[in-house]
């Protein structure tokens, strides 16, 4: 293993020519990152969950019930035995042959074999009670994460020119405040990796995790070597966003309409500013031209120049995505059926309005409309504020 580190840690590689690891051992004088001062971060993941399920089970859900927050699921579908089966070992979305096949066995029309599958989908979604839980821990924790950032930036000068980054590099001091900012930040991601996989599921569960990895590699390697200004920057300048989406999320599952559409619109422009303006002219251009002609090439600078250009395409998926739903808002008054908080940036929910139909008593008569509510509400934007179904029942 030993063998094996000191291979990988190559100095050639992920140094400055002319600068040795020895050169960045923490001294009396002047303190260093270290890679094991990051150890701490598995243990300080666990607590931050633990943390989490307090938070949102005696300070969340009390707030969330205040507030009137929908507590109950949706509507369960009707027991039988037969539809059950067809939706748990074939399909949850059968096709016109397979609900004609069961509407003959049944004897219902075909139309309550559809709702009843809807139905049962609903089911398996959370409650807006539970979402409204998780976005409040995220936001609890973006709120204090970015307080303590632009604390730290005040005293930076690399905020407005970004060669200070490099004044001096390698050889920047580690303060106990950015060690601590590392420390949290990485902690975060090592618990939201985990705990992605018991949360709420979302359609871009694959993106949110790479993104996360990225980012755990990028905290991991940018402390190791020193690039910590710069890692500090860069994390000032994607949480603040976080804060304002789940804001507008929470907005949303209290049915506060106005509140969480301006929020929304916030975020879609702060999101398009910072990870398509700020982004690419501050991180990107210190890191690919800055740090040559300041620092001289080495070819770690590759690894950063790969690693943040990957999150550059993401940030572009997202902004095509955010752009897409205020479109759809502002030119097609689709406000009350396509929910904007539809798409996030590094954490997007899927969600629309709830499909819960009133339990008629099926019938053979395939001519007669089924009774059907639509959508959960019908002032405005109510049908997507209650996040009831995904996006697919539309």
């Known amino acids: 293993m030993a063998g094996i580190l000191a291979w990988f840690w190559n100095e050639r590689f992920w140094l400055p020519p002319n600068v040795t690891w020895a050169d960045l051992k923490s001294t009396e004088e002047a303190a260093f990152p270290q890679v094991e001062d990051l150890y701490l971060a598995f243990p300080l993941a666990f607590c931050l969950f633990m943390i ?26 009707q027991p039988n035995a037969i539809l ?17 096949g069961l509407s003959k066995q049944l004897d219902w029309d075909v139309r309550s074999i559809q709702r009843w599958f809807r139905q049962r989908r609903n089911q398996e979604k959370p409650s807006t009670l539970r979402k409204f839980c998780e976005s409040s821990w995220r936001f609890t924790f973006y709120l204090y994460i970015v307080t303590y950032g632009f604390r730290l930036m005040k005293k930076s000068p690399c905020l407005w020119n970004t060669t200070q980054c ?5 050889y920047q001091p580690l303060t106990p405040e950015i060690h601590y900012y590392y420390l949290v930040e990485l902690s975060y991601y090592w618990s939201v990796t985990f705990s ?26 940018s402390y190791t070597i020193n690039f910590t200004r710069m890692g ?6 994607h949480d603040p966003i976080d804060v304002v989406l789940e804001a507008a999320k929470m907005a949303n599952y209290c049915k506060f309409q106005r509140l969480s559409d301006f929020l929304f619109f916030a975020f879609a422009v702060l999101f398009i500013i910072s990870r398509l303006g700020m982004y690419p002219l501050w991180i990107l251009n210190t890191i690919m031209f800055e740090v040559p002609e300041l620092v001289g090439g080495f070819p770690a600078l590759s690894v950063f120049t790969i690693l943040l250009l990957i999150l550059q395409v993401l940030h572009c998926l997202w902004s095509y995505l955010i752009v897409k739903a205020a479109y759809k808002v502002i030119t097609k008054g689709k406000a009350g059926k396509w929910n904007p908080l539809h798409v996030r940036d590094n954490r997007s929910d899927v969600e629309s309005s709830s499909d819960e139909e009133p339990s008629t008593p099926p019938s053979k008569d395939s001519h007669r409309p089924a009774t059907t509510n639509g959508t959960s509400g019908t002032n405005g934007t109510n049908g997507y504020l209650t996040g009831g179904s995904s996006a697919e029942e539309h």
């Open 52 to 77: 989490r399920m307090v938070f949102e089970r005696f300070i969340a859900k009390p707030c969330a019930l205040g507030l009137k927050v929908q507590a109950n699921g949706p509507q369960k579908a």
């Open 166 to 170: 490099w004044v001096g590099y390698p």
């Open 232 to 237: 500090v920057l860069t994390l000032c300048l």
């Open 196 to 221: 992605q996989f018991i949360d709420i599921k979302r359609k871009d569960f694959g993106i949110m995790f790479t993104h996360h990895i990225i980012a755990i590699v990028l905290l991991y390697l």
């Open 84 to 100: 059950e089966k067809v939706f748990t070992a074939i399909t949850k979305h059968p096709d016109e042959k397979r609900l004609e």
